[in-house]
């Protein structure tokens, strides 16, 4: 079972690292949304793995217990993981909206562009 | 060493706080803008007075406000002679400076704020001469590079202001840079960081590996703040200041810090051979050269400019020369100089505020006009000469003695001569002054119909030239004072001198006859040298600064757009193909422990599973320019995570993980509604392969790491929390327990950043529809292929049946989530769901319509809820967010325990509703306004008229 969390995670986390490297912003969300999986998973699995040991106390009888902390920290992780993605889709589609286009990288000319218009905003 | 210093922190923090009064009492008018802006300096003057005599008495007062003392860290000040000569030059030429702005500050200057930098300028320096950790006194060294830096730019109209401004700073800046290092490896030879210790360790100091590195670090940032050549070109330019700042920054306080940090580590440093070449050559070199720039300066402020410079050198020189006699008659020489060319300063003011010209080629025979003002600036500028019954004579006199006696590498005559021209140049550019600018005929082309000024204009040159005559003729007057500040800076016992005017007929009195008659010559050539001068070519300073500064930032612009070229992509790569290299050397770098724990088996139901999310996320990848192929299959992934998440023990992971998923699904389906279908193919074959190796490199690290880990048992802090997770905190929902109780705080400031990601995108979404993107939306056109069935019958009617139910869930997961898988992140969640499904079935509008509660008032709600019920807490004199339970029996129903905890998660569960709500209602909002219809009736559909299918949709 650890060979299956490990190398689940360890895909999640090339599928995620290869999209976030393209070039449009469409992906890049998609390869966050995938490495969001992967630090979750791999973080729930620093608590190590145990089947039918769930972290809810059983008042009467003899029960054994998974580490309830990295479960803790994960939950919240994954909320705010959800959060960050909605940010960032949000700034994503303004650009897009603005620019006609979702590329992320700047052209060596739009660059320059963004850069005298820098200037003589802070110049005016 | 005594204590009774109780005063000197209050006395360093006095400016500072009155630095806030000027601003508020400009409204009451100038004048009580300025009176109050003196309060300060009196209070300081008259506390120092109280301390004066046991100063005098040869104690040294200190005092101490420990603040991280195992660091070397403590605001610790001391008070011995040669603070307090400083401390009350600058209160003292600082209560001068007020009056004297008060009345050369035109109308439109704004004074409150002159004032305000005029204290905080006053207490940057007071705190250096005060500190006695040198750690503070660096912190005050800076404050007074910044604090000028405003003094100087104060005129913020004038470029030559701004850039003088700049040029100071960046010199003065960089050479207290080099002042940390020095004076941190001081305090490391040392063993302490307090003057006071370290002033006893002179030996050990001279004697240490580290003496050079220290003394050419601290000399660099005395040297920088002095205007010693060189970087003597700053003090110049920052001539475009009002004159007020110039009269005080370069007569009594700015540029003597570097003097007086000299004479302050005078015992430690000086007496070796580098100290004494170091220091005295460049002093020298200084002297002249200033002097003799000053000499062909037609603008009056920049002949003081460079006198100051040139005097500067004198005063560097003597600290130089080592030897207890120079550094006395330094002392006495920095009170000389104070009075007179803050006079000087003062009478150039008054001349160019009277004439409204500088230009001395434009200017003579003031003296008729002008009397008052011609004659304190004749009297200061015969001291500025050296002529004798003023003060400037006499330590001009002590100069040249101790000139005479030293020998620079072997030579005897060279620093005598140097001295000696020095002094000659020095009475040339005095004469010039009174010559060219009060004497001769009366002329009738000033630009302004020049006369005296008010009386409060001239009093403060005034009283400052009656201190020159007076400690000329009467030199015994500054006898103790000279004593107090010679025996603090020599260390103790002071060598033989004697202040008095006639010493016979000795070396320096011919060397003073000598530069006297050959500075009257020079001035009388003085037509056809200027020719000259102007003529030959000279290195222009500020054009060599410029240049400097200009191929400094070339190169960090090359730097920088190198590395910031503007693609995100190769940022992301070299991120993380540094992460890699570094978790690649950790790896390598550490041990490994045999593994200890068994692997579980592998059912085939969880293969099958693992199956599935390997085959998705390969499918993502290959797939991801479809967009929403891409998406379908990212869902399944989501999926797959959560049945994991429920075999492997973590139902609550599971249940957040599902409903998370759904959310993002939409989100990310609103998103593409409006971005386009499909990736273009970009990025050429050799891109792709690069980041394939860096992703396939980056996913196997990882799951190495992992691998790694799960094999080896850990120690864990969590059987504390399932001890106590029941008795402590009332629940048996461990995870929920430690979300709600034993870790609130994170949990209360991770629903704070979900609520501010909630109101990011609204006010994004608010900033984009009303700005030129919205209308690009509003004239999109709607696309043609869009369903007429938007809202289909089956679908409306479903959700609107399960409202109710999943809200009814929602409540069931959240009241159970103390002792059972769930809680407010979840039933959060499951709420936005049910109102999602509303907004999707029945469209925006007819929700929006029905919809009570603003989703922002419930993410501050809940924010609040949340921090109320922490603060509840503090009631019981508990710290914040201790939980108190009990049980409550209510009639019908059994009994059931009741905790603070469920008023916090009542909170989460408000804030995570909101947060998701707010952010997909901004993305719907978008999609409304690019011409989104309204259904007027819950569904849009009528069936039966198939046939016309012409009902237009009403706006």
Redesign the interface.
């Given at each position: 079972?650890?060979?299956?969390?490990?190398?689940?995670?360890?895909?999640?986390?090339?599928?995620?690292?290869?999209?976030?490297?393209?070039?449009?912003?469409?992906?890049v969300?998609?390869g966050l949304?995938?490495l969001s999986?992967?630090v979750?998973?791999?973080l729930?699995?620093?608590?190590?793995?145990?089947?039918?040991?769930?972290?809810?106390?059983?008042?009467y009888g003899e029960a054994s217990?998974?580490?309830?902390?990295p479960?803790?920290l994960?939950?919240?992780a994954?909320?705010?993981?959800?959060?960050?993605?909605?940010?960032l889709?949000?700034?994503?589609?303004?650009a897009?909206?603005?620019a006609d286009d979702?590329r992320?990288?700047?052209?060596?000319d739009?660059?320059a562009q963004?850069e005298t218009t820098a200037k003589k905003e802070t110049g005016a | 060493m005594s204590n009774g210093g109780s005063l000197l922190p209050i006395i360093a923090l006095l400016p500072f706080l009155g630095a806030l009064v000027p601003g508020l009492m400009i409204r009451a008018g100038r004048t009580a803008c300025a009176s109050f802006t003196a309060v300060p300096t009196i209070a300081a003057i008259v506390m120092l007075g109280t301390m004066t005599p046991a100063v005098l008495r040869g104690e040294v007062l200190t005092a101490e406000i420990a603040w991280l003392p195992q660091l070397g860290l403590t605001a610790s000040f001391f008070l011995d002679g040669l603070g307090l000569l400083f401390a009350m030059m600058i209160l003292g030429v600082g209560l001068l400076i007020t009056l004297y702005a008060r009345f050369y500050l035109a109308s439109e200057d704004p004074m409150g704020q002159f004032y305000t930098y005029l204290l905080l300028f006053q207490g940057a320096m007071l705190g250096i001469v005060l500190s006695d950790n040198i750690l503070l006194l660096l912190i005050f060294w800076e404050l007074t590079s910044l604090s000028s830096f405003l003094l100087i730019g104060y005129w913020k109209h004038l470029p030559e202001g701004r850039q003088g401004a700049r040029m100071a700073l960046a010199v003065t800046g960089a050479g207290g840079l080099a002042m940390i290092g020095g004076m941190l490896i001081l305090g490391t030879i040392a063993g302490s960081y307090n003057l006071t210790d370290i002033l006893q360790q002179g030996d050990a100091i001279r004697a240490s590996e580290w003496y050079l590195p220290a003394l050419i670090l601290i000399l660099l940032g005395a040297f920088t703040k002095s205007a010693q050549f060189p970087f003597h070109f700053w003090l110049p330019h920052a001539m475009a200041a009002p004159t007020p700042v110039s009269a005080y920054l370069h007569s009594a306080t700015m540029v003597k810090a570097g003097v007086f940090l000299m004479a302050r580590m005078w015992p430690v440093l000086s007496g070796t051979d580098a100290w004494f070449y170091i220091v005295s050559t460049t002093g020298l070199i200084t002297m002249v050269l200033g002097a003799l720039i000053a000499l062909f300066k037609d603008d009056l402020k920049a002949l003081l400019a460079f006198s100051t410079v040139s005097h500067l050198g004198l005063l560097t020189m003597l600290l130089g020369f080592g030897t207890k006699f120079a550094a006395v008659v330094a002392v006495f020489h920095i009170i000389n100089h104070l009075t007179f060319k803050a006079a000087l300063f003062m009478t150039a003011g008054i001349v160019d505020h009277e004439t409204h010209t500088r230009d001395i080629k434009r200017l003579g025979g003031l003296r008729h006009l002008m009397p008052i003002t011609a004659l304190i600036g004749t009297a200061a500028a015969l001291s500025m000469a050296g002529i004798p019954f003023f003060n400037g004579f006499l330590s001009k006199e002590m100069m040249l003695d101790a000139a005479s006696d030293t020998a620079w590498a072997g030579s005897e005559w060279a620093v005598p001569a140097l001295a000696t021209l020095g002094a000659l140049l020095s009475v040339a550019y005095s004469f010039r002054f009174i010559v060219h600018v009060f004497f001769g005929p009366k002329r009738d082309d000033y630009p302004a119909k020049p006369h005296d000024p008010p009386f409060g204009m001239w009093a403060a040159p005034a009283l400052l030239v009656v201190m020159v005559v007076l400690i000329g003729i009467y030199p015994k007057l500054v006898g103790p004072v000279v004593a107090m500040a010679g025996a603090a800076v020599t260390g103790g016992e002071l060598p033989y001198y004697s202040l008095k005017i006639w010493h016979g007929v000795n070396m320096a009195l011919v060397m003073s006859v000598i530069a006297v008659v050959g500075g009257l010559i020079l001035l009388a050539l003085h037509r056809p040298l200027d020719r000259a001068w102007l003529a030959a070519p000279r290195p222009e300073a500020k054009a060599i600064f410029d240049a400097l500064v200009d191929s400094l930032v070339a190169v960090t612009r090359r730097v920088t757009e190198g590395l910031h070229n503007g693609s995100m992509s190769r940022y992301l790569a070299i991120f993380v193909a540094a992460t890699l290299a570094l978790g690649y050397a950790a790896f390598t770098g550490g041990r490994m422990s045999p593994p200890t724990r068994e692997l579980l088996p592998i059912p085939p139901v969880a293969a099958a599973g693992w199956l599935l999310l390997i085959v998705a996320t390969a499918l993502v990848v290959i797939n991801h320019r479809n967009r929403f192929r891409a998406l379908v299959l990212i869902g399944v992934i989501g999926l797959m995570v959560a049945s994991g998440f429920v075999y492997l023990s973590a139902p609550d992971l599971a249940l957040t993980q599902i409903s998370v998923e759904t959310v993002t699904i939409m989100l990310l389906l609103l998103a593409l509604y409006f971005l386009p279908k499909t990736t273009p193919k970009e990025s050429t074959a050799r891109h792709r392969l690069r980041d394939g190796v860096i992703a396939v490199a980056a996913g196997g690290g990882v799951a190495a790491l992992a691998m790694t880990f799960l094999m080896r048992d850990f120690s864990s802090i969590s059987t504390f929390h399932l001890d106590n997770s029941y008795t402590g905190g009332g629940g048996t929902n461990v995870v929920n327990v430690i979300l709600v109780d034993f870790r609130g705080y994170d949990t209360y400031g991770e629903i704070i950043v979900l609520g501010i990601a909630g109101l990011t995108i609204y006010a994004l979404m608010e900033a984009l529809l009303n700005g030129p993107a919205g209308r690009k939306l509003k004239a999109a056109p709607v696309p043609p292929d869009r369903s007429r069935d938007r809202h289909p019958l089956m679908m409306v009617v479903a959700t609107r049946a399960m409202l109710p139910i999943v809200v009814m869930v929602g409540v069931y997961i959240f009241l159970r989530g103390h002792n059972q898988p769930g809680g407010g992140f979840v039933a959060g969640l499951v709420i936005s769901i049910a109102l999602l499904m509303q907004y999707m079935a029945s469209g925006f509008a007819w929700t929006q319509g029905r919809q009570r509660m603003e989703y922002h008032s419930m993410i501050g709600w809940g924010a609040l809820i949340a921090g109320l019920t922490g603060v509840g807490a503090w009631l019981g004199g508990a710290p914040f967010l201790t939980s108190i339970y009990g049980y409550i029996q209510l009639p019908l129903i059994e009994k059931f325990g009741l905790g603070s905890a469920f008023a916090f998660d009542l909170g989460v569960f408000l804030t995570v509703l909101g947060s998701v709500m707010l952010m997909l209602y901004s993305l719907s909002r978008i999609a409304r306004h690019a011409g989104e219809t309204v259904n007027v009736e819950p569904m849009d559909y009528d069936p039966s008229l198939r046939v016309q299918d012409k009902k237009p949709e009403a706006e």
């Open positions: 079972m650890e060979l299956v969390v490990a190398s689940s995670v360890g895909v999640l986390t090339a599928g995620g690292v290869y999209l976030i490297l393209r070039l449009r912003a469409f992906p969300i998609l949304a995938l999986y992967a979750n998973v791999f729930f699995a620093t608590g190590r793995l145990a089947i039918n040991a769930p972290p809810v106390l059983q008042l217990y998974t580490d309830p902390l479960q803790a994960v939950l919240t994954i909320v705010i993981s959800f959060g960050m993605t909605a940010v889709v949000m700034v994503a589609l303004g897009y909206l603005e979702d992320i990288d700047l052209e060596p739009e660059e963004a | -």
